[in-house]
């Protein structure tokens, strides 16, 4: 989709659609004042006839409203205005993306950034919009062949103008173009995360890396298999073993800042499928084990963003990707491996694998003397039950680093919630035969396997986000979220901007 950003009066925009705002009370926001104006106060007329519902996001479709220049207009509930804050105005706008996805306009212009707030300046709203806008225009229909198909082509905005009465500045720009490139990211995670295992192989991530490393000119590097013997990545390589798809170990390398600038480093589980292994999971639902490397499409898409952004920062991206499988090469319950680090693990149940591969990048992570590490994985069902699928959730070894996500979580609306990583939950995984268990038992799921990986993460300052409950989402709607890409990336923003 295309984006510009431009000022003047909305009455005369000429365009196949006009989205304004308009407060529950009656209040309207300037640029639909204007519009409301130029039409004889018919907008004005139809709120106070109840004709709009009152709930942040409900729409109504004016088609051909006299004294206005567009084919038609679409008017936005904006909820109460002693009300309005992040959640409505980003209700809004979904709900304005979702109308403009179906709609036969081509192009659009859009007021609904021009709408005060009293906590949100103008670069912010814009940015939002621009986002929630382009992923708004998110389809995935490669692997659907026939006619419905091409009837949903027709149909969508191309053109997005969103209209402003401030003048324009450089700052106003950058802020459309990082939300466009969030959305460009989150497109990335999707398709990746929606791709089903057998196009989605630990090759095909590689390859999506290697293609990527050269549109935006960074350094990939995909280990193999013997490479990964040499190393020690014992764990690792222990759920490989029973698939037949090669596992692969990509290392992605942005740099974006100053040639001596500690890097941040970002690592994604990438399980293309999880069946469980031997400890096979049950039948119900088990096709979204497709999603398992949606850790793996969140840093990708994040490289893509940032890259996109140009942001001027050093970022390394690890991804340990495999298949979960039963073959008859697999680990088994009781096993022992040995992970890069040296210490033991007694695989206890082969379905904790996540962690298991997690465990060997992150020790290979020590080699960029990294700023901080954050991994991202859809780790554990324990996280969905805690927190449901609203936030991620959070676990840290530093505090100051779990503050700075969840603030930059409430800040793109991609949000996160911390849980404890206190020691007393570390003896849930004690071993009679090796270093550690890879289980902790049925208590505090989420935290245990946050304690598991925080015996590798000694070395630095380290937050995991289990997005167990946040990559997808299941049902008639179901589809990869493109999440946590908006949280990640204005977590970076806000590091490139901080030197
Ligand atoms: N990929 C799953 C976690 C998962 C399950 C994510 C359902 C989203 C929805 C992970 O590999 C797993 O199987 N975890 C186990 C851990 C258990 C064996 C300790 C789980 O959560 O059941
Ligand atoms: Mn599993
Ligand atoms: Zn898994």
């Known amino acids: 989709m295309e984006f510009t950003i431009k ?18 009370d009656g209040v309207l926001p300037a640029a639909t004042a204007n519009v409301d104006a130029a039409a004889q106060g018919r907008i004005a007329h139809l709120l106070k006839r109840g004709d709009l519902e009152e709930k942040a996001g409900a729409t109504m479709l004016l088609p051909e409203l006299a004294g206005t220049q567009a084919e038609r207009v679409l008017l936005v509930s904006l909820g109460k205005q002693d009300e309005f804050g992040d959640k409505a105005y980003r209700d809004a706008l979904g709900a304005a993306a979702k109308a403009l996805a179906a709609t036969p306009a081509k192009d659009a212009v859009v007021t609904l950034a021009d709408v005060e707030m009293e906590k949100r300046p103008l670069a912010w709203r814009l940015q939002q919009a621009a986002r929630i806008l382009a992923d708004g225009a998110y389809r995935f229909d490669t692997l659907k062949s026939g006619k419905d198909k091409k009837d949903k082509k027709d149909r969508g905005v191309r053109k997005l103008t969103l209209q402003v009465e401030a003048e324009l500045t450089a700052e106003l720009d950058t802020a459309v173009r990082q939300g466009q490139a969030i959305a460009t990211g989150m497109a990335l995670a999707k398709d990746l995360g929606n791709l089903p295992g057998n196009i989605c192989t630990p090759t095909h991530l590689a390859e999506t890396a290697e293609a990527l490393g050269k549109q935006y000119k960074f350094d990939v590097e995909v280990l193999e298999r013997a490479d990964m013997e040499k190393l020690g990545m014992g764990s690792f390589l222990s759920v490989a073993r029973g698939s037949h798809q090669p596992p692969k170990f990509i290392v ?8 001596k600038a500690k890097p941040i480093v970002l690592v994604g589980k990438g ?13 119900a639902e088990m096709d979204e084990m497709k999603y398992d490397m949606c850790g793996a499409a969140s840093v990708l898409g994040t490289f893509k ?8 920062l050093n970022v390394v991206g690890l991804i340990p990707t495999t298949e979960n499988m039963p073959g008859g090469g697999a680990t088994k319950p009781g096993d022992v491996v040995t992970s890069m680090s040296g210490q033991t693990i007694e695989v206890l149940n082969t379905d904790a694998e996540g962690r298991l591969i997690l465990c060997d990048a992150l020790t290979y992570a020590e080699r960029f003397k990294p700023e901080c590490v954050i991994d991202i994985a859809t780790l554990t069902g324990a996280c969905v039950i805690a927190l449901g699928k609203i936030p991620s959730g959070l676990l840290a070894n530093d505090d100051e680093l779990a503050a700075e996500i969840l603030r930059r979580g409430s800040d793109s609306g991609d949000r996160a919630w911390q849980l404890p990583l206190w020691d007393e939950y570390q003896e849930l995984l004690k071993s009679n035969f090796a270093d550690m268990g890879n289980i902790g038992g049925r208590y505090a799921g989420t935290i245990t396997a946050a304690c598991f990986l925080s015996r590798f ?12 409950g946040t990559a997808w989402v299941s049902g008639d709607a179901k589809g990869a979220t493109g999440r946590p890409v908006p949280l990640l990336s204005e977590f970076l923003i806000g590091r490139a901007s901080a030197d």
């Open 7 to 24: 000022t003047g009066s909305p009455a005369k925009s000429k365009a196949g659609i006009l989205v304004l705002g308009a407060f529950a």
């Open 252 to 259: 992605m390398n942005y740099k974006g800042g100053k040639a």
């Open 271 to 283: 399980i293309t499928f999880d069946t469980g292994g031997i400890s096979l999971k049950p039948a």
């Open 305 to 312: 963003a940032i890259a996109q952004m140009g942001l001027p």
């Open 457 to 468: 993460t000694k070395a630095y300052k380290w937050a995991h986000l289990d997005i167990a």
